[in-house]
C-alpha cells in the first residue's frame, strides 16, 4: 500500500523560480515529515522536517507547508540554484524509532 | 567525523547465489535501518536495530533476507539464493534512536543480479 504519494515525477525551473513539490500521505498516524535530497550516487540528505502542530517552518531558502486536515505538505525552493538540481524525496513516520515511509520522488532540475 | 559506510559500494552477483553488504554506522549511534531503493523509487524500508536486536524486521519481503548487528555497531545485510528482482541500492542509515533524531545514510550499495 503506497501510503506517501509524490507529484511531480520530475520539474524543471530557471534559476531564481520557485519550485514546488507535493506529497499527501493517507496514514493519520504519521506525525514526523522531513524532506530529503539525493545527488546521483549519494545517500537521501536531511533537508527539512515539520511537525504536525504547526502548518509552516523555513530553514534558509527551503520551506514546508503542512495541511493536517487536508492530509498534505509541500516543500517550496526560493530562488532555486543549479546546485539545487537533485531529486527530493518527502517522507512520513509514526513510529517512536523513526521509520520512515519515502514518497516516489521528484527529479529537479534548475536551469542556469 | 566519519558518515556512515557501506560497502561494498557495487556488487555483482548471478542468480542464486549468496550476498552480503556491510554498514558501518556513526559512532555513537544506537540505531540502524536497512532501506531498499529500486530505480527511480524512493527508499522502502526493510529493517531497523536498537543496539543488537531487530526491533522491527516488518520490511524484509521474505526469508531470503537476514540481517544482524551482533555488537551494535556494524551491520550485515545477508541475502541468499539472489534473484533478479533483489537488484537495487541497499541504503544503511543510523541515527540517536527516537523519531526526531536526523537520519543519516550512507551512500549505499548498487547490488545487480544478473
Known amino acids: 500500500q503506497q501510503q506517501v504519494k509524490q507529484s511531480p515525477q520530475s520539474l524543471i525551473v530557471q534559476k531564481g523560480g520557485i519550485p514546488i513539490i507535493n506529497c499527501a500521505y493517507e496514514?493519520?498516524?504519521?506525525?514526523?515529515f522531513p524532506w530529503y535530497q539525493q545527488f546521483p550516487g549519494k545517500g537521501p540528505a536531511l533537508l527539512i522536517a515539520?511537525?504536525?502542530?504547526?502548518s509552516e517552518k523555513k530553514e534558509g531558502r527551503f520551506t514546508i507547508s503542512f495541511n493536517k486536515s487536508a492530509k498534505q505538505f509541500s516543500l517550496h525552493i526560493m530562488d532555486s540554484q543549479p546546485g539545487d538540481s537533485a531529486t527530493y524525496f518527502c517522507?512520513?513516520?509514526?513510529?517512536?524509532?523513526?521509520?520512515?515511509?519515502f514518497g516516489q520522488g521528484t527529479i529537479l532540475t534548475v536551469h542556469p | 567525523g566519519a558518515g556512515v559506510s557501506q560497502t561494498p559500494s557495487n556488487k555483482v552477483t548471478e542468480k542464486g547465489k549468496y550476498v552480503e553488504l556491510r554498514c558501518d554506522p556513526i559512532?555513537?549511534?544506537?540505531?540502524l535501518y536497512w532501506y531498499r531503493q529500486s530505480l527511480g523509487q524512493g527508499p522502502e524500508f526493510l529493517i531497523y536495530?536498537?543496539?543488537?536486536?531487530?526491533?522491527?524486521d516488518s520490511g524484509l519481503p521474505n526469508d531470503r533476507f537476514f540481517a544482524v548487528r551482533p555488537e551494535g555497531s556494524v551491520s550485515t545485510l545477508k541475502i541468499q539464493r539472489t534473484e533478479r528482482g533483489d537488484s537495487a541500492v541497499y541504503l544503511c542509515?543510523?541515527?540517536?534512536?527516537?523519531?526526531?533524531?536526523?537520519?543519516?545514510f550512507g551512500p549505499g550499495t548498487r547490488l545487480t543480479v544478473l
Open positions: 515539520i511537525r504536525p502542530d504547526v
Open positions: 536495530f536498537q543496539g543488537t536486536g531487530a526491533a522491527d
Open positions: 542509515a543510523s541515527s540517536l534512536g527516537h523519531k526526531w533524531d536526523e537520519q543519516f
Open positions: 517522507a512520513a513516520s509514526s513510529t517512536s524509532y523513526g521509520k520512515l515511509t
Open positions: 496514514n493519520t498516524a504519521f506525525d514526523y
Open positions: 559512532s555513537g549511534h544506537t540505531a
